[in-house]
């Protein structure tokens, strides 16, 4: 089993920055696909940026494609997501997740662990 802690949230103007950080417990962290989605008030939960388990392969959703990168580092058991130029539709909760497949999944349901969130607020 994982669990995931997300961290790095907070208020941001728009056009700003922020990276959100989600800490992963377990040896085999490694071996897992894993994937930011968030969830805005309101609004269903979506796809943000996904990552394999060995960080050779990435997918974003394309809202966030040229603004958002997703990366890893294994050996510290952590992923993270660096967000530029943000705008007010970023705000929302942010999740981490991660899917047992290894894969860069853009698909909710393909993650086997969440986390908790983070909150991300965009100021116009």
């Known amino acids: 089993q994982v669990q995931l802690v997300e961290s790095g949230g907070g208020l941001v103007q728009t056009g700003g920055s922020l990276r959100l950080s989600c800490a992963a417990s377990?040896?085999?962290?490694?071996?897992?696909?894993m994937g930011w989605f968030r969830q805005a008030p309101g609004k269903e939960r979506e796809s943000v940026a996904a990552?394999?388990?060995?960080?050779?392969?990435?997918s974003y959703a394309d809202s966030v494609k040229g603004r958002f990168t997703i990366s890893r580092d294994n050996a510290k058991n952590t992923v993270y997501l660096q967000m530029n130029s943000l705008k007010p539709e970023d705000t929302a909760v942010y999740y981490c997740?991660?899917?047992?497949?290894?894969?860069?999944?853009?698909?909710?349901?393909?993650?086997?662990?969440w986390g908790q969130g983070t909150e991300v607020t965009v100021s116009s």
């Open positions: 997740a991660a899917n047992k497949f290894g894969s860069a999944y853009l698909t909710v349901d393909r993650y086997d662990y």
């Open positions: 377990g040896r085999t962290f490694s071996s897992y696909g």
């Open positions: 990552i394999s388990w060995t960080g050779g392969r990435t």
